[in-house]
C-alpha cells in the first residue's frame, strides 16, 4: 500500500457494518413481532420447536443486541475513532475480520438458538463455541480500535473514544466471567458458577451488558455525531468527562438490583439499589449535556430529520435512566418485577434510546458516507413518527398490563389466600398483548423505512475516498 | 383583557385549541388567574371520576372479579390522585418556564400554567373514562387522548411562547422527556404506597 493510500480513511467498512446492522435489525424485530403475535395466537408457532416462544425470543434479543446493536456500534466506532484520531484504522484486514466474522458469529448462532442449543442465561445464551469465537472477535475488535488510538496523531482522545474504551474493555471482562463453564458436548455446556453466585454473576454480566453495551457504547455514538450533527461543540466537554468516570465506576455494582427478594444476602440487594440511584447522576448528565448542545442547533432541524432522532432519543434516555433506579426499590420491585412493566422498561430503552439514536445516526452518516442526499426526507419524517407513535404504545400497553399484574397476583383475600390464579391472570393479558403487536407493527413499518430510504440512498455508488486532514500542530502528538 | 383570556381558556380552549395558543401568545395571564379560573376544575374531574366509578363499579384489572377498596381508601386514593395532578401541573409549569430561557421562550409564569393545562386538557376530559374502571378501557382511551396532547404540545407550545418551531420541537421533546419520567413516577409511587398498605390489599 502505498503512503498516500495509507491517508484515507476507511469508509467500506463502516458502510457495510451498517448494511448488515439495518439486516439484523429488520430480522430481529420481525422475530419480535411474530413473538407478541405469538403472545395473542399461541398456536402461531404450528408445533413446530423452532417456532416456539422459547426459542424466538432469544433469537430477537440476540439479534438485536449483537446483530443490530454491536454491528451499528462497531460501525460507528470504527468511523469516529478514525476521525478523533485523525489517522486511517489499524490493522484494516483485522477490522475487515471483525465485520464479517461477527455476521458469521450472529447467523449461525441464531442457527443454534432456533435449534435449542443454549445456556439458559440471559442475553448469554450462546453455547460455549460461540462464546470462545465471541471473545476473539471481541479481542480482534479491540485490537483495531486501541491500536488506531495508539497511531493517532492528535493529542486528546476525544470522550467518545472513553465510551467506545470502556464498552469494549468491560463487555470482554463481563463476557469471560459469565461464560466459563464446562463443556459437555458440542451443544451444551454447565457453568462454572452454582446457585446464588451463578445469578449474581450472570446479572453481573446482564446488567452491564445494558450499561456498557446498550448505554455506554451509545453514548459514545452520541458523544461524537450530536455535536457533529449539532455543528456545535459538546455543550460541557468537562461534564462529559465526569458523568464518564461517575457513569463506569457506579453502573457495575447495580446487577444484583435483578435478584430483589432472592437468596442473595441483603447487603449486596441494598448496595446495588443505592448504586443504582447514584447512576440517575451521571445519567442525567449526559442527557442535560446532550439536549443543552442541540439547543442553540434549532435551525439545523428545518433540513435535518435525523436529528429529530437524536433529539427524541434523549427524552427516552431520560425515562429509562430515571425508571430502571425508580424499580430498584424494593417497594416498587415488589409489585413490578416478573411483571410486562419490566419488558415495557427494556423496550423504552431500546426503542426509544438505543433504536431512535442509531436511525438518526445512520440517516447522518450514510448520506455522507456516499456523496449523496438522501434519497427521501419525507419517508425519513414519518418514519420518525411511526417511531414515535410504536414507542409509545408499547410502553403504554406494557405499563397497563404490567400494574394489573403485579396488583392481580399480589391480591390476597381476608384470610391471605391468593385471589387470582396466574393462568386466569395470563389469560385475561391478551387485549394489551394485541396492543403491543400493533405497537411492534408500527415500529418495524418504520425500519423498513429507513432501509428502503437508506438503499435508495447508496444504490448503485461508492463511499467517498476521505483523506486525513493535517492535524493542528497545538495538538499534535508531537507539539 | 385577563377576563376574556380566562373564559376563553375555560370554555372554549377544547375544540379551539389553536386559537387558544394565539391569544395566549397574546396576553400575560398571572399564574394564581390561570389556576384557580381555569387549571383547577379539570384537575378536579380525573380524580372525580376515578372515585365515582370505582366506588359504584370497583376496578377491573382483567381478572373476573373488579377489585372494590373501602369507601375511605378511595376517598385516600382519590386526594392522593388530585394532589399528584396539581403537583404534576405546578412542577411541569415551572420547568416549562426555567427551560424557556434556553430556548427564547416567554418566562412568563401565567403562559406555562395556562399552556400546560391546555396541553393536558384533552387528558382530563378523557378521564371519562374513568367512569368505567376497567383498566383495558382506559388505555384504550388514553392512547388517542395522550396523542392529541402531544401533538398539542408540539404544535402549539411555539405559538403560546413566541418561538420558531425548530425551537419549539427542541422544547417540546425535553418536556416530553420530563413528563415520561412524571409519568413513571407516578406508576412507582403508587407502588410504594400498595406495598405501604395504602390502596389494595397485597400479600407483601
Known amino acids: 500500500m502505498s503512503n498516500e493510500s495509507n491517508k484515507l480513511y476507511h469508509d467500506q467498512i463502516v458502510l457495510r457494518l451498517i448494511q448488515f446492522s439495518v439486516f439484523w435489525a429488520l430480522a430481529a424485530m420481525a422475530a419480535g413481532v411474530y413473538i407478541s403475535a405469538e403472545l395473542v395466537w399461541p398456536t402461531l408457532d404450528f408445533g413446530q420447536f423452532w417456532l416456539s416462544f422459547g426459542r424466538l425470543r432469544p433469537l430477537h434479543t440476540n439479534g438485536i443486541i449483537f446483530g443490530f446493536g454491536i454491528s451499528a456500534l462497531m460501525a460507528t466506532g470504527f468511523y469516529s475513532v478514525q476521525r478523533t484520531s485523525h489517522v486511517p484504522l489499524f490493522a484494516p484486514r483485522l477490522a475487515w475480520f471483525c465485520c464479517y466474522a461477527w455476521q458469521l458469529i450472529v447467523l449461525l448462532g441464531g442457527l443454534s438458538l432456533l435449534a435449542g442449543w443454549t445456556t439458559s442465561k440471559e442475553y448469554a445464551e450462546l453455547e460455549w463455541p460461540f462464546d470462545i469465537a465471541i471473545a476473539i472477535v471481541w479481542v480482534c475488535f479491540g485490537i483495531v480500535f486501541f491500536g488506531t488510538i495508539a497511531n493517532r496523531t492528535i493529542r486528546p482522545i476525544y470522550i467518545s473514544n472513553w465510551f467506545y474504551g470502556a464498552l469494549i474493555i468491560v463487555i470482554a471482562m463481563l463476557h469471560i466471567v459469565n461464560s466459563l463453564a464446562i463443556p459437555a458436548s458440542i451443544g451444551k455446556s454447565y457453568s462454572l458458577f452454582a446457585g446464588a453466585q451463578d445469578a449474581v454473576v450472570q446479572w453481573w454480566y446482564g446488567h452491564n451488558a445494558v450499561g456498557f453495551l446498550l448505554t455506554g457504547g451509545f ?56 448504586m443504582s440511584v447514584i447512576l440517575l447522576a451521571p445519567s442525567w448528565a449526559t ?41 430498584s426499590f424494593p417497594s416498587v420491585n415488589v409489585v413490578s418485577h416478573f411483571t410486562d412493566w419490566t419488558i415495557g422498561h427494556v423496550h423504552s430503552g431500546a426503542l426509544g434510546w438505543n433504536a431512535m439514536i442509531t436511525y438518526g445516526t445512520f440517516y447522518y452518516l450514510v448520506p455522507r458516507l456516499v456523496g449523496n442526499e438522501l434519497y427521501s426526507t419525507r419517508l425519513a419524517n414519518i418514519h420518525f413518527w411511526m417511531a414515535l407513535a410504536g414507542t409509545m404504545l408499547y410502553i403504554v400497553a406494557m405499563w397497563g398490563a404490567g400494574v394489573s399484574q403485579g396488583l392481580l397476583w399480589l391480591s390476597v383475600d381476608e384470610i391471605g389466600e391468593l385471589s387470582f390464579s396466574f393462568k386466569d391472570i395470563m389469560s385475561s393479558m391478551t387485549p394489551y398483548y394485541a396492543l403491543r403487536l400493533i405497537a411492534g407493527m408500527i415500529f418495524l413499518g418504520g425500519t423498513f423505512l429507513m432501509a428502503y430510504n437508506l438503499y435508495k440512498t447508496v444504490a448503485g455508488r461508492a463511499t467517498v475516498e476521505v483523506r486525513v486532514p493535517d492535524v493542528d500542530p497545538a495538538v499534535g502528538v508531537t507539539a | ?49 376515578s372515585l365515582i366509578g370505582a366506588a359504584n363499579f370497583g376496578w377491573r384489572l382483567g381478572a373476573a372479579e373488579p377489585l372494590m377498596l373501602s369507601r375511605q381508601a378511595l376517598i385516600l386514593v382519590s386526594a392522593g390522585y388530585f394532589v399528584v395532578l396539581l403537583f404534576g401541573l405546578l412542577s411541569t409549569s415551572i420547568i416549562s418556564r426555567w427551560m424557556a430561557s434556553t430556548y427564547d421562550a416567554s418566562t412568563a409564569l401565567g403562559r406555562h400554567v395556562a399552556l400546560i ?13 374513568h367512569l368505567f374502571p376497567d383498566v383495558f378501557v382506559n388505555i384504550l382511551i388514553i392512547i388517542p387522548t395522550m396523542i392529541w396532547s402531544m401533538y398539542l404540545l408540539y404544535k402549539g407550545l411555539p405559538i403560546a411562547l413566541g418561538i420558531t418551531s425548530e425551537k419549539g420541537m427542541l422544547m417540546a421533546s425535553s418536556l416530553v422527556g420530563w413528563l415520561l419520567v412524571a409519568a413513571v413516577s407516578l406508576l412507582g409511587i403508587s407502588m410504594m404506597l400498595w406495598t405501604l398498605g395504602v390502596g389494595p390489599l397485597l400479600g407483601v
Open chain 1, 219 to 274: 453514548l459514545g455514538m452520541l458523544y461524537y455525531f450530536l455535536p457533529k450533527h449539532a455543528g456545535r461543540p459538546i455543550w460541557s466537554y468537562r461534564l462529559s468527562v465526569v458523568a464518564f468516570w461517575a457513569f463506569t465506576y457506579s453502573y457495575i455494582w447495580a446487577g444484583p438490583h435483578h435478584l430483589h427478594y432472592s437468596s442473595v444476602p441483603e447487603w449486596v440487594l441494598s448496595l446495588a439499589m443505592v
Open chain 1, 287 to 327: 442527557m442535560i449535556n446532550g439536549i443543552m448542545t442541540v439547543s442553540s442547533a434549532s435551525e439545523k432541524l428545518k433540513t435535518d430529520p435525523a436529528l429529530k432522532f437524536i433529539v427524541l432519543s434523549l427524552a427516552f434516555y431520560g425515562l429509562a435512566t430515571f425508571e430502571g433506579p425508580m424499580m
Open chain 2, 1 to 49: 383583557m385577563s377576563t376574556n383570556i380566562y373564559s376563553f381558556l375555560l370554555f372554549k380552549s377544547l375544540y379551539q385549541p389553536m386559537e387558544a395558543f394565539r391569544q395566549l401568545s397574546e396576553s400575560e395571564p398571572s399564574p394564581s388567574g390561570v389556576l384557580f379560573r381555569y387549571s383547577i376544575w379539570l384537575l378536579i374531574l380525573p380524580p372525580a371520576f
Open chain 2, 117 to 129: 393545562t391546555i396541553v393536558g386538557e384533552p387528558l382530563a376530559v378523557g378521564s371519562l373514562a
